[in-house]
């Protein structure tokens, strides 16, 4: 790339960033609705440990897929095809890439259903053997999940490149909502026990059903808004073509370097599998807390830079390609070290509201909280990764966060060793290995990005960083006198007092957090308050 100024064209929109905000933390916290269901039904029990590493397999392949391979190497290839050949061009790869997608995602569906058995053993060793049998049905009946997901996957992609964000970002959202209605309905069908305490293997079974369902709205709501820009699908089995073949060569590094996460969850998972029953549950119910700010903030801040960092690399823009990457890291770090420091000092009280209830007990509030004050300490990392991460396929250096990516997971794996068992913190270790892990992918990306670019506005980030940890002191110090004195006696409160209580110690924290910030001067801050001006300008004008 050569050395040419920043054109005003190609930046990182704030409006498309808090749109897919907005769609993303509603997707979210549909999310968190659903496992509250599942927590008040099942609580953290040997069965909702089988539910837990049923969904894994089909749902570690919808986050390389969703979020990962698929996205990244087709928006890449997609955005080139049309800033280089037009629409035309571009749609006549979409129709190659759909088809190919539909027929070899039928194949690996398939495959995963006879080869349940031998996954189930992989992902959970030490499950018992009632405990491995309900697992591997439960596994069969949600994997079909995996095609649909990919196809919705595709879609989004195509609605990214084409600067549609916001109905791609809802589709989980109706992902959500079909699993919840369509859990509920076929658990209460199928089981006559369902929402009771004798509840069977009925109640299991419709929430996988449900989960199916939810795939095909998450996939059939974006149909409109892909007819809208344009696109009618025709299939196509020419796949012998140089956009195809850059896509899949795209996409196998890619997967092994956005899988890293994923893998390491699964190791961890296999590893839980051989300690009480319920340690499944608490990693899965604090991981997908902590998923929470990475989903709003991390996800949503790289699904606007991508498409922009390619254009920029794709017509040799250096200047412009690294000033928006950097913009992109400092910006997330900004909106995830204070959910970074609040999931830490906040842990017990936020678990205990949100999941605390019918078959959820206070010891399960306690160790999912501990799980959860683990994985927070690599959640910066985790953000950052999701912008930086990409930007390797932009500059063609796709074999870069693979290599990372092999290094991350074995590192994981030797770390569990001695955290979980060597050193006896059981599910805590694995949560703090995975932690630990985030922040040495992160660290080892950057390095190699900034000697591929030679600048990435690394004073400038160090300067950003030093605000933050001022400012993030500050809001440790309001979480832990919010905890000593507003959240003293807490437990033993009404529903509505705890909730009142815990919103008013996180919104005095982040509104001090972001006072102090202010007071620093920090620049990232000017985008955040832009969008929140016209936001409120609007809601005023109506």
């Not at 440990?49 to 990962?68: C, I, K, M, S």
């Not at 989960?211 to 007819?227: E, H, K, N």
């Not at 029953?277 to 991508?306: D, E, H």
Request: aromatic share 10%; glycine share 10%.
């Amino acid at each position: 790339m050569s050395e040419k100024p920043a054109a005003p064209a190609n930046k990182i929109s704030t409006k498309a960033a808090g749109l897919v905000s907005l769609a993303v933390m509603s997707s979210r916290v549909l999310g968190l609705l659903r496992d509250q269901i599942f927590a008040a039904l099942f609580g953290a029990s040997a069965q909702m440990d089988a539910f837990v590493t049923a969904f894994r397999a089909p749902n570690l392949l919808r986050d390389l897929f969703a979020e990962g391979a698929l996205s990244t190497a087709f928006i890449t290839t997609f955005s080139e095809k049309i800033t280089k050949e037009g629409d035309g061009a571009a749609w006549r790869l979409a129709n190659k890439v759909a088809t190919l997608a539909a027929v070899f995602m039928s194949l690996v569906t398939l495959l995963g259903i006879w080869g349940a058995p031998l996954i189930t053993h992989l992902l959970a060793g030490g499950f018992d053997a009632e405990k491995m049998a309900l697992t591997v049905k439960l596994t069969r009946i949600m994997f079909p999940f995996i095609a649909l997901v990919s196809l919705a996957a595709l879609v989004m992609g195509m609605l990214n490149a084409k600067n549609v964000f916001g109905m791609p970002a809802m589709a989980s959202t109706f992902f959500n909502i079909g699993s919840i209605a369509g859990g509920l309905a076929f658990g209460w069908w199928l089981d006559p026990h369902f929402g009771t305490k004798q509840y069977g293997t009925g109640s299991l079974v419709g929430m996988a059903i449900g989960v199916l369902i939810g795939g095909l709205a998450q996939l059939v709501v974006q149909f409109p808004s892909l007819r809208r820009v344009g696109y009618h699908f025709r299939p196509d089995f020419q796949w012998r073509d140089p956009g195809v073949r850059r896509i899949l060569l795209l996409m196998g590094p890619a997967v092994i370097a956005a899988s890293a996460v994923q893998v390491n969850v699964m190791v961890n998972g296999n590893f839980a599998s051989h300690l009480s029953n319920g340690a499944v549950s608490w990693l899965s119910y604090a991981f997908r807390l902590m998923q929470l700010p990475i989903g709003i903030f991390g996800v949503a801040i790289s699904t606007v830079t991508l498409p922009v960092i390619t254009r920029s690399a794709a017509v040799g823009n250096r200047v412009e390609f690294r000033s928006i990457l950097a913009k992109g890291m400092r910006l997330a770090f900004l909106l995830t070290v204070p959910s970074t420091i609040g999931l830490v000092m906040l842990a017990r009280p936020i678990i205990g509201l949100i999941y605390e209830r019918r078959k959820f007990s206070p010891e399960d509030t306690g160790h999912t909280a501990e799980a959860l004050q683990f994985y927070a300490i690599g959640l910066c990392a985790y953000a950052g990764i999701k912008v930086l991460a990409p930007a390797f396929y932009a500059i063609g250096k796709r074999n870069t966060p693979m290599l990372v990516s092999f290094l991350s997971i074995g590192v994981n794996y030797g770390l569990n060793q001695i955290f979980t068992f060597n050193l006896g913190w059981a599910h805590r270790g694995l949560a703090f290995s995975t932690g630990l892990v985030a922040l040495t992918n992160f660290a080892l990306l950057y390095l190699l990005m900034h000697k591929e670019v030679k600048r990435l506005e690394t004073r400038q980030m160090i300067v950003t960083l030093a605000k933050l940890a001022v400012a993030g002191g500050v809001l440790a110090l309001v979480c832990w006198a919010g905890n000593t004195w507003v959240l003293a006696g807490w437990s033993e409160e009404g529903f509505l007092v705890r909730v009142l209580l815990l919103f008013v110690t996180i919104a005095v924290a982040a509104t001090v957090f972001f006072a102090v910030a202010l007071l620093l001067r920090m620049e990232e801050l000017d985008d955040v308050s832009a969008l929140a001006k016209r936001k409120l300008g609007r809601f005023v004008k109506r």
